[in-house]
C-alpha cells in the first residue's frame, strides 16, 4: 500500500536549517503530486511546497519562498524539503502528502494520502 514517512525534524535555533525527508513506496514515483503542509497548535494547515514528478520545478508558500527548497529524488522515490533561515513561526507539525495519477500539481489538489507527520521547532 502507499506509505509516506517524513523524518529529519527536530528542534533548531532561529536562523538554523533542518531537512525534512519523505520517502514514498506503494506506488510508482511517476505523475505523482507530493507536497509538504505543515500546522501549528490553534492554525489551520498551511502549505509549504509542491512539486510535480515529471517535472523539475517546485511551487512555494508566500511565507517559505526563498528559504526553503523543495528537491525529489526519482531514484530513491524520496522528497526533500531543505529548509533554512528558521524563524519561530516555522514550528509545526510538517506532513507530506501525496495525489498520484495527475497531470497537476499544487495546493489546491486533493492529496490522497498522507505520512504521519515530523515535528519542527524553532527556538527564538
Known amino acids: 500500500q502507499v506509505q509516506l514517512v517524513e523524518s529529519g525534524g527536530g528542534s533548531v535555533q532561529a536562523g538554523g536549517s533542518l531537512r525534512l525527508s519523505c520517502v514514498t513506496s506503494?506506488?510508482?514515483?511517476?505523475?505523482?503530486?507530493m507536497g509538504w503542509f505543515r500546522q501549528a497548535p490553534g492554525k489551520e494547515r498551511e502549505g509549504v511546497a509542491t512539486?510535480?514528478?515529471?517535472?523539475?520545478?517546485?511551487t512555494y508558500g508566500d511565507s517559505v519562498r526563498g528559504r526553503f527548497t523543495l528537491s525529489q529524488d526519482h531514484a530513491r522515490n524520496t522528497v526533500y524539503l531543505q529548509m533554512n533561515s528558521l524563524k519561530p513561526e516555522d514550528t509545526a507539525m510538517y506532513y507530506c502528502?501525496?495525489?498520484?495519477?495527475?497531470?497537476?500539481?499544487?495546493?489546491?489538489?486533493?492529496?490522497?494520502?498522507w505520512g504521519q507527520g515530523t515535528q519542527v521547532t524553532v527556538a527564538s
Open positions: 512539486i510535480y514528478s515529471d517535472a523539475g520545478y517546485a
Open positions: 506503494g506506488f510508482i514515483y511517476s505523475r505523482t503530486c
Open positions: 502528502a501525496a495525489e498520484l495519477h495527475v497531470n497537476t500539481c499544487g495546493f489546491g489538489r486533493q492529496f490522497d494520502y
